[in-house]
């Protein structure tokens, strides 16, 4: 009989540590495959922002006086902001967006039609970018696959200056 329970418990031992390596390995895969998506979602946030900083350089070379402190004030938060997510890119593992992709192309050419347009439309289509912002900003915080420590940085420090943006570029004077 104690053969038998020696012999019961190499085969249960050895099953029940095969199981809990191939639950390791479950897990791995499973927080490899979840980083891999927070790392695609900060991206598509940190591609925003470069569009942002992009539109807003583009903004301040067209700009005259007295709006000019207040756009470059905007632009040094975007910068800020993109400097934050791609470290959290890096530290993920992951490779930053150096970028804008299809948005920045798009946002850059309503920027430059607006600018030649006059000051209501240019400041129309940069408070049109920051609303965009604010939308990505929220998918990313309903996105489970995004850590709790980004999410508490979009909310205190990322959607809050969003929000404050436009009520910056509201207040600006037009021609």
């Not at 085969?11 to 540590?17: A, N, P, T, V």
């Not at 301040?60 to 997510?85: M, Q, Y």
């Not at 696959?145 to 207040?171: C, F, S, T, W, Y």
Request: aromatic share 4%.
């Amino acid at each position: 009989m104690h053969d038998v329970i020696v012999r019961y418990t190499r085969i249960y031992g050895r099953k029940l540590q095969a199981h809990r390596m191939l639950q390791s390995c479950i897990n791995q895969i499973t927080n490899m495959s979840d980083t891999e998506k927070c790392i695609e979602s900060c991206n598509k946030l940190l591609r925003g922002e470069i569009s942002a900083t992009e539109t807003y350089r583009q903004a301040i070379e067209k700009c005259d006086g007295a709006n000019l402190e207040v756009l470059r004030r905007i632009l040094g938060e975007h910068e800020e902001s993109v400097t934050s997510l791609s470290s959290h890119v890096t530290d993920m593992g992951g490779t930053p967006a150096t970028g804008s992709g299809a948005w920045g192309a798009f946002a850059k050419a309503v920027e430059g039609t607006a600018a030649f347009l006059g000051d209501s439309p240019a400041i129309a289509a940069l408070i049109e970018g920051e609303r965009h912002g604010i939308e990505e900003y929220n998918d990313a915080l309903d996105d489970d696959a995004v850590m709790e420590e980004i999410k508490a940085r979009i909310r205190v420090d990322m959607k809050p200056r969003l929000m404050e943006h436009i009520n910056l570029l509201q207040g600006l004077p037009t021609v």
